[in-house]
């Protein structure tokens, strides 16, 4: 059985949170290039996990700035278009498909 943190750990762990960026959530009313954005994001996140690298190694092999890479990785792709999250996940999965469904 786990113990719940003390109220000094619970602090600690608040302001850690309090100064990192936060990752944007997907609105109930988004768009389908909304949704399709937040998808290919997603996998970037899921590729970094993966392989257990940092950001800056992610850009790095990607060839791309930190701070670019910190938008993707937190959701923000407000400035990004839909080839060109395409274009920056085909350097990590050069046989990349994206496919289209309609309902």
């Known amino acids: 059985m786990s113990k719940f943190p003390s109220e000094k750990e619970l602090k600690e762990m608040r302001a850690l949170l309090d100064k990192a960026p936060a990752s944007k959530l997907l609105p109930k009313n988004a768009s389908p290039v909304e949704?399709?954005?937040?998808?290919?994001?997603?996998?970037?996140?899921?590729?970094?996990?993966?392989?257990?690298?940092?950001?800056?190694?992610l850009a790095e092999k990607i060839g791309i700035d930190e701070a670019l890479m910190s938008k993707i990785l937190h959701y923000s792709f407000e400035e990004f278009t839909t080839d060109r999250l395409i274009r920056y996940l085909s350097e990590i999965y050069p046989n990349v498909t994206i496919e289209v469904l309609v309902a």
């Open 35 to 57: 949704k399709t954005k937040f998808s290919l994001c997603e996998k970037f996140v899921i590729y970094k996990n993966k392989n257990n690298l940092t950001q800056r190694a």
